[in-house]
């Protein structure tokens, strides 16, 4: 039930399977209400099936938020017991939901549950941190991103471009290949700049295609972008079930090609190694791609193959300024929920807050005193992230004091722990 859910990129399927027994399944009516702005909190939800629409009630024109399978809401509620920040409501095919009780966290009777709860908090907050990120840094669009999205004058795309570099022409392209092919793959949005995505450190297939032309240019060799037609089950099967169907049966691929030699060489650096499987599992016949390699007349370009076409069967493009126009729908976190068995494939690529590991470290010896650590962790994110909601609705924070003292997150972790000791035994 949990296992293509965001969770499912840090719990394991034993996990997962226990942690659904402390929960319960819900269905929701097409456009049924599942709670409203400012209402008392009990739950923390995971769509299951079908999704929900977070609407806004403070009088602005700003969209509903689309929350798909897989997703996480109600976090704030979960762990601060404050009302709702938006009004649920279910869309148009209704949803499925697997909920969970606040009072699970002060409900803890032996040391399996709490090492259960643990790993469910611990799992939570990369979510948190990604929710928080882009709240606190809203997205803004770059009018001139068209024309300058291949920046391969940046100051770090140059450093790396140096560390390349090979003494031959061939021997470059194929080493920045080898670097940008090794970066996860991931779905995410498209407009960014070359250096935006080395800062990432992943990228889809547009993205990961920009930071390898930008390194080619930068390293002095003719670098140009391709686009193919091809069956969208390349790309559909790295996704969870639930959004395959959200694809039409064809899509179109982005990628680099290098010219050398007098010739344009296709370079696709799109798919790590490790995502490769998800695809293979299904359709076996793309097995004996997984063994090419970019290299001298060794033009790599395995979705075009696999979809019946001629490897030089393409027209090199200046640039991406036609895609980079384009307006992407879904948001960071309905990303997130896409990327989950890419996740699980590859590895996670968000890092877990200072506080998580000493958790972990104390669940094989003292499960209580994890919990503990873990939820005085997660609820100074989940805070900071309910204080730039309420900043950006124009609320009061609650029990915000005229006077303001600042502290340190390891000495409110700290405060927290001594406040939640009631909680289990340590």
Request: aromatic content about 8%.
């Given at each position: 039930m949990l296992s293509e859910s965001k969770l499912a990129t840090v719990l394991s399927e034993a996990h997962l399977s226990e942690l659904a027994k402390f929960g319960e399944v819900i269905d929701l009516a097409p456009d049924e209400l599942l709670f409203r702005v400012h209402q008392p909190s009990n739950y923390l939800y995971i769509t299951i099936a079908g999704d929900i629409f977070l609407i806004s009630?403070?009088?602005?024109?700003?969209?509903?938020v689309w929350v798909g399978p897989g997703d996480i809401l109600g976090?704030?509620?979960?762990f601060l017991g404050a009302g709702r920040t938006k009004t649920a409501r279910a869309g148009t095919s209704g949803c499925v939901l697997w909920r969970i009780s606040r009072s699970r966290l002060y409900e803890i009777s032996d040391e399996k549950t709490a090492a259960l709860l643990t790993h469910l908090l611990i799992a939570l907050a990369p979510y948190v941190k990604v929710r928080r990120r882009k709240l606190a840094t809203p997205k803004t669009v770059d009018s001139e991103l068209g024309h300058n999205h291949c920046d391969h004058t940046h100051p770090a795309i140059i450093q790396l471009a140096r560390s390349l570099r090979r003494g031959e022409a061939w021997a470059t392209a194929v080493a920045?290949?080898?670097?940008?092919?090794?970066m996860p793959y991931r779905f995410g949005f498209w407009d960014l700049k070359a250096s935006a995505t080395l800062q990432l450190g992943y990228g889809m297939c547009t993205t990961k295609a920009n930071l390898q032309v930008a390194l080619l240019r930068a390293c002095g060799l003719a670098g140009a972008f391709t686009e193919l037609k091809i069956d969208s089950q390349c790309v559909s099967l790295c996704m969870p079930k639930a959004y395959r169907a959200t694809i039409g049966r064809q899509i179109k691929h982005y990628f680099a090609v290098v010219k050398l030699d007098g010739r344009w060489f296709p370079c696709d650096a799109s798919f790590t190694p490790q995502c490769m499987p998800l695809v293979i599992n299904t359709i076996p016949e793309f097995a004996p791609y997984q063994r090419y390699a970019f290299g001298p007349d060794r033009p790599y370009n395995i979705v075009g193959e696999a979809s019946g076409l001629d490897p030089f069967d393409f027209q090199p493009l200046p640039d991406l300024a036609k895609v980079m126009s384009k307006k992407p729908f879904y948001d960071e976190d309905n990303f997130e929920a896409m990327n989950v068995l890419l996740d699980k494939a590859q590895g996670a690529?968000?890092?877990?807050?200072?506080w998580a590991?000493?958790?972990?470290?104390?669940?094989?010896?003292n499960p209580a005193a994890a919990f503990q650590k873990a939820f005085a962790g997660i609820t100074v994110e989940v805070r900071k992230l309910f204080s730039i909601i309420c900043r950006n609705e124009g609320w009061r924070v609650p029990d915000e004091k005229k006077k303001v003292v600042i502290v340190t997150d390891d000495e409110l972790i700290e405060v927290l722990e001594r406040r939640y000791e009631h909680v289990i035994e340590a």
């Open positions: 009630e403070n009088g602005d024109d700003a969209l509903p976090e704030i509620g979960f920045i290949w080898e670097f940008v092919r090794s690529v968000h890092q877990l807050p200072v590991e000493p958790a972990k470290a104390l669940l094989p010896r």
